[in-house]
DNA sequence: ATGAAAGCGCTAACAC
DNA sequence: GTGTTAGCGCTTTCAT
């Protein structure tokens, strides 16, 4: 080891430690060829030796691509946006795209933010995973920014329903909540508590009128069915679970409407001795990975988030089409141990 | 809109948009005075009207720090490190710093590429949360990259035991190990299965070290006490339950060695029709957020993940020292609803 | 208060 | 096969 030094190692230090010029050394690195393979391999020894690693500043100025793809998502310790990112770099590490993973806190201004730091280092491309916003000036700034940066050569997907003219991934959410109402008024519920998150999310919208479909299907009233809105978090479901036994409803079963509140909610119904699914059944929403380790197991509407991310980025990578592209996803009831008949009718 | 462009728009081009030079666009856009405050207010509205967004690479080349930190950590998705995380990224908006996470999958191969990635980055200090490994030489080409991004006047921290040379945030891994299997001990279990991660790593070692003078101290023998390794996950936790249930060991308690693989045993068990804390008392270590939500709430030893977090950060932060710093943490012990006496004697 | 010009470290023509 | 050199887009002296 010799000294401190004041700076990082640039290619110049490693050219003249090895005896070549500039070009030959950054060639020898890259593994461009025109240079003898022996001088090559001496000179990745010595800027081995020496520990240095080229300055991707420097390199993207020059050069190109910075072979690395953005992924923005609501919370990175949401398991739902976990699965998806693991799709995402799946895709990622097929093309040699280094992913790197931003979250938003469903903050909007936190989002346009991340999406700026992702255009100013100057991304291949970005995938945005959150759920879009009804009101599509919400929407604005953000679509504002993506256009710019598509026009300059980026790419651009989103995983959800947005305003964002961009090729998108449509998750299953309508045909899911009517999947999952159903499922509870086949098995003889008919009132049935919603724990919703933010309504201004289209995720929650798109949710909430495949419920409603499947209830005016059944011949009843969508009305008669509580939504509680809380946050769209485990802690949420708590609140909405809290509020839900303060209103003493008449409900027989709850739709969480992702399995994260759905969790919130169980652990506070066996906290006041509500016990599932005898006095109550629990359906939660997505299927993350921990749904089916639970007690009692979550019964929820699969949705293949995995894939989902996978197809985004494969989206994005694809050649640009002229108009935005929809790609939309299945889903799958996964009945487990949280929903029964309703007692009165067990019985 | 004007029609698509071919490249991201340059300072050049708002200067030009705003008629006046270069320098001045710059100026006006990182609020450095010597501006008017009239004109640096037009040229912001124009770049803003353009969708400007400042170059990283060429602004970072040019100037100096690049105002990020990266985080490296064994699992995205893992709540152990989203609260580490979490912790870190308050500290780091209060310095106005952004914090970009990498994720190494327990692989030496792919966390030396991280690090050389966030080196490549520029960024102005690496945190390394993930456990260190008992041998030294599995840390060595991760040492040597270090020193070399510190000589350059990089900021280095990490969080759990170490061979790098750097400043260290210890988790009470040691002690923590001890308190549980104490606890264990009182409640009359004589017995113990240890549902361990690789023993390769500093984390494994030193809960297993703390659990072993427990065992000794009580005049026991932690040879008795059985260690089944597996995968320091979910999903080694349900492996290592089924080992364990194949082995039919006269165990009356189960230690795992984080709270996820608790999670994952108590999932086996309960699909074994094994009562937990009835037949069966399962402990875990980390106190993650859901080990009060799952059923039954899971007995575990609380490490103050989110301060760990803050305080590796404002240690890299703090002027750097000249031998290596240690923090230490505490832990307590979290008892719940997953640990009883043994049936025997509960008897 | 504003502008002109010199680099920052690298890649990719372009010579030889 | 190897070396020389002109930028990439920005910040920052240094002039004016």
């Known amino acids: 080891m010799i000294g401190a030094v004041r700076r990082a190692l640039r290619l110049q230090d ?20 025109g240079v003898s393979p022996a001088l090559a391999a001496r000179v990745r020894a010595v800027a081995d030796e020496l520990g240095y ?33 693991a799709g995402v770099m799946d895709v990622g590490e097929q093309h040699g795209l280094m992913v790197q993973v931003r979250q938003t806190r469903r903050d909007p201004d936190h ?72 499922h509870l008024l086949e098995l003889g519920h008919r009132r049935v508590a919603i724990l919703a998150g933010s309504r201004g999310l289209t995720t929650i919208a798109d949710r909430l009128a495949g419920i409603a479909e499947a209830v005016e299907a059944a011949g009843g009233a969508p009305e008669d069915w509580p939504v509680i809105e809380a946050a769209f978090t485990r802690q949420g479901g708590k609140d909405a679970a809290l509020r839900l036994l303060d209103d003493r409803a008449d409900v027989t079963a709850v739709i969480a409407l992702n399995d994260d509140m759905a969790i919130g909610a169980l652990s506070v119904l066996r906290a006041s001795g509500v016990s599932v699914p005898g006095d109550m059944s629990v359906a939660g929403f997505d299927d993350i990975e921990v749904a089916t380790d639970i007690a009692p197991s979550l019964t929820t509407v699969r949705l293949p ?43």
Not at 65 to 82: A, K, N, Q, R, W
Not at 128 to 155: H, K, M, N
Not at 157 to 176: E, F, K
């Open 53 to 85: 690693v080229a300055n991707i500043h420097a390199r993207s100025l020059a050069g190109g691509s910075t072979s690395s793809i953005g992924l923005v998502v609501h919370e990175i310790g949401d398991p739902y946006f976990t699965e998806i990112a």
């Open 305 to 347: 988030m995995r894939e989902m991310g996978e197809l985004a980025l494969s989206l994005a990578l694809s050649a640009p089409a002229a108009r935005p592209r929809r790609r939309t996803t299945g889903h799958q009831l996964m009945v487990r141990d949280s929903t029964a008949a309703p007692r009165s009718q067990a019985v």
């Open 14 to 33: 490693v050219a003249e430690a090895a005896g070549v010029s500039l070009a030959t050394a950054s060639r020898s690195l890259s593994g461009s060829n």
């Open 111 to 182: 989002e346009l933010a991340q999406i700026r730091a992702l255009v100013a280092n100057r991304v291949d491309g970005i995938l945005i995973a959150g759920s879009g916003y009804v009101d599509p000036r919400a929407e604005q700034a953000v679509r504002r920014q993506l256009e710019a940066f598509r026009s300059a050569g980026g790419r651009v997907a989103v995983i959800g329903r947005h305003h964002l003219g961009v090729d998108a991934v449509l998750p299953d959410n309508i045909a899911g909540g009517r999947t999952i109402a159903e």
